[in-house]
């Protein structure tokens, strides 16, 4: 494992706890899904995004969309994290007028790129922020975290043929697969089949990944765009409520409302994880 | 020039690309409707700020929203029930709740496009957009006003919605003179108010004309129908105490429906709402179908008369 991919380990297992921070405020959430694209989220916050001088409202920012916006524990966990969210705000989860609510609101919250959470929205969005960078010259990049179920909106596959026939190339789109939805699986509920194929079929550039394995995630963000031309997809095949154990790829975790026990728990499990990675920075 | 009658596409769209040669922040957006909305001379004129995503209203709302966000002002226009229904759910959150600079343009609004049936027709504009937070909806009165609102529309800072129609329209104003939120009083009287929006008012303004032996009426022309220009409809209305609503619309959700909400605690004052039935408008001509819902001049004449014996 190389430096990189340790820290960013320890940064997503940290944010995994932050996750919890807000539970602890409020017990009741979007955890499995923000759990499952946790890693990703975090990546691209430590990673890739560049923000300039002006930070998270520099014009010229690289940008991060959560088209699926229920996974907003996610972007508040990995904001905090990133150090771009004092990590107090955490604690005013589930006050009413909070910062972070249940969806995000760009009004409230720095980074907020956009207002999601109806589903299908983020794409079209980021494909005309894609289309702005480039019109204004100034070679950003627009990164977006959508679900496997909030595939099945169509207008995902409006933004996927606007972005392959303007070749937005500096775009890139992370599904995050974790494979279930409130209903049940997404085979049962509405299969797509295989959505590499269909973005393949757009004229995206596909790469499928594990999510969950921050090596390839980190490397993913290394080789884009996959075709100059081209937008990238990464289905990125996940877990579900990853990292609590008592949560990981149930259906249940999708709005979790832990018991005081459950979620003292998934704290200890999560800060098992953090001292763990900690021992092993401090190895090298 | 007083009486002739233009195009409102093509006034429209050549009002947009004279006013970005000025202003590089505006790009147009096509659904496979830019041309057919008058705006292939921009197309022309500026290829590197018109972009074209084929048949399909949700995502260009979308990509609207993302291009508002760089600092772009977008301009999007199509057949309107494609930009107002269609895409409601994208309007409302991607323009609406993010108060982005988009400028969203419905053509051949109401049922102008009368032969093509009720699909392409557009009775609950109004409605739908106003109720969207922070939303303007203007529909312009003449083609002085298209210029006008155009320009206002680009120079105002949030999300705007403005309908425009389809066949010829005269010109009734002397000057392309326009302000957001802004009434203007075409015609001075005491018996009746007539207060009429849209490509309707010149319409409304022949009726009171003919009238104008028989009856005293204030025209009270509204370019912009959210925000409503409460103030010129209330002074009107408690001077004459009958107030007649003209619209290309259904008349719940409205001009009817808003101007009777604001007149209904002042006492004394009768309204009558002249709009589109409530129901789906058949294939057909467009005179005729006016005619039929008695929105053409002559229909406009009876209803004035029959408020004003009221």
Redesign the interface.
């Known amino acids: 494992m190389t430096d990189e991919v340790l820290e960013l380990r320890l940064s997503a297992a940290r944010a995994r706890r932050l996750l919890l921070r807000m539970l602890e405020a409020r017990p009741a959430g979007h955890a499995g899904g923000a759990l499952s694209a946790m890693d990703i989220v975090v990546a691209i916050y430590r990673k890739a995004l560049r923000l300039g001088p002006g930070g998270l409202t520099d ?1 010229d920012r690289d940008r991060f969309l959560l088209s699926a916006g229920h996974k907003a524990l996610a972007q508040y966990a990995a904001l905090a994290e990133a150090g771009l969210m004092a990590k107090a705000v955490l604690d005013t989860y589930g006050q009413t007028g909070t910062a972070l609510g249940g969806h995000p609101d ?2 409230k919250l720095p980074g907020v ?3 999601t ?2 589903l ?2 983020g ?11 480039r ?2 010259g100034n070679g950003s990049w627009v990164y977006v975290v959508t679900g496997d179920g909030e595939l099945a909106e ?2 995902n596959w ?2 996927a ?2 972005a392959a ?2 070749h937005l190339d500096h775009l890139v789109v992370f599904v995050d697969a974790n494979g279930l939805q409130i209903s049940g699986p997404t085979k049962d509920v509405m299969d797509l089949g295989s959505i590499g194929a269909k973005f393949t079929a757009f004229g995206w550039a596909v790469r499928e990944i594990d999510g969950n394995d921050m090596r390839s995630v980190a490397q993913v963000l290394d080789e884009v765009p996959f075709t100059v031309g081209r937008p990238s997809v990464v289905v990125a095949h996940t877990v579900k409520g990853k990292g609590i154990s008592a949560i990981e790829g149930t259906v249940a975790s999708h709005y979790w409302k832990p018991s005081p026990a459950e979620l003292r728990a998934a704290i200890d499990e999560c800060e098992q994880e953090i001292g763990l990675l900690e021992s092993l920075v401090a190895a090298r | 020039m007083i009486g002739e009658l233009q195009d409102p596409r093509a006034t429209f769209g050549k009002a947009v690309a004279a006013i970005a040669e000025a202003d590089d922040r505006i ?1 147009v957006l096509s659904a496979d409707s830019g041309g057919s909305s008058g705006l292939g001379g921009f197309a022309r004129s500026h290829p ?2 018109y ?1 074209e ?2 048949i ?1 209203e ?15 002002v ?1 301009v999007f226009c199509a057949i309107a029930p494609f930009v107002t229904c269609r895409n409601f ?2 309007f409302r ?2 323009v609406g ?3 982005q600079n988009v400028k969203i343009v419905g053509r051949n609004g109401g049922f102008t496009y009368s032969d093509l049936g009720a699909t392409h027709h557009s009775l609950e504009d109004f409605a739908l957009i106003g109720m969207i937070p922070g939303v303007v909806v203007l529909a312009p009165q003449d083609p002085a006003e298209i210029r006008g609102a155009v320009r206002a529309m680009l120079e105002h800072d949030g999300p705007v919605y403005m309908r425009i129609g389809n066949g010829p329209i005269p010109q009734i104003f002397p000057s392309d003179s326009f302000t957001i939120g802004k009434a203007k009083q075409l015609r001075s009287g005491h018996d009746l108010t007539v207060v009429s929006t849209g490509y309707v008012t010149p319409r409304a303004l022949a009726a009171v004309d003919q009238l104008a032996d028989e009856l005293s009426i204030d025209l009270v022309g509204l370019g912009t129908v959210v925000p409503l220009d409460e103030e010129a409809i209330l002074t009107s209305a408690v001077r004459t105490g009958r107030v007649l609503t003209v619209e290309e619309h259904y008349a719940h959700g409205g001009l009817g429906s808003a101007v009777t909400e604001l007149l209904a605690s002042v006492p004394g004052v009768v309204v009558d709402r002249l709009a589109v039935p409530f129901d789906y408008v058949p294939s057909g001509r467009y005179e005729e179908l006016t005619a039929l819902f008695g929105l053409d001049v002559d229909g406009i004449t009876a209803r004035i008369r029959r408020l004003a014996a009221m």
Not at chain 2, 61 to 71: D, E, I, M, P
Request: negative net charge; charged residues 10%.
């Open positions: 014009p760009m009004h790129e956009a207002n959470g109806a299908g929205h794409l079209p969005i980021a494909c005309g922020m894609a289309l702005g960078a019109l204004s169509g207008s409006e933004g043929a606007i026939h303007h | 790009v590197e700020r972009f995503f084929g399909q949700h995502g260009v709302t979308g990509v609207a929203s993302g291009l508002a966000t760089c600092g772009y977008p759910e994208a959150n991607d709740y993010m108060h």
